[in-house]
């Protein structure tokens, strides 16, 4: 991701931080764009225009990748690492993982440690 402007890398770096700081409990739209400075309709386009990726997008993203490393280096289970991870709902992380992943969490967990 090339962010163009100093402004631009500016505004955007606090809405990672908070990103980083919070992806494993809530993340709030509303709190993003409060960051920002902006509306949460605004800030969804400015964000979309700068990442080239949506809000929520991100947020799955840095959810999934914790998701993968819990699942190669821990013992936990994937309804505690769903729940580590930021998702309120294992169904909706089986499906999100899956569709990410080609996998499920069950046959990537597998496949990692054979």
Known sequence: MAIKSDADQERINPIFAYIVENFRQGVSLNEAASIANMTPNSFCKYFKKITHKTFMGVVIE??????????????????????????????????????????SPFSYRKKFNN
């Open 62 to 103: 840095y959810r999934i990748s914790y998701a993968l490393q819990q699942l190669a280096h821990t013992k936990k289970t994937i309804s505690e690492i769903c729940f580590d991870s930021g998702f309120t709902d294992i169904s909706q992380f089986h499906k999100v993982f899956k569709h990410k992943m080609n996998v």
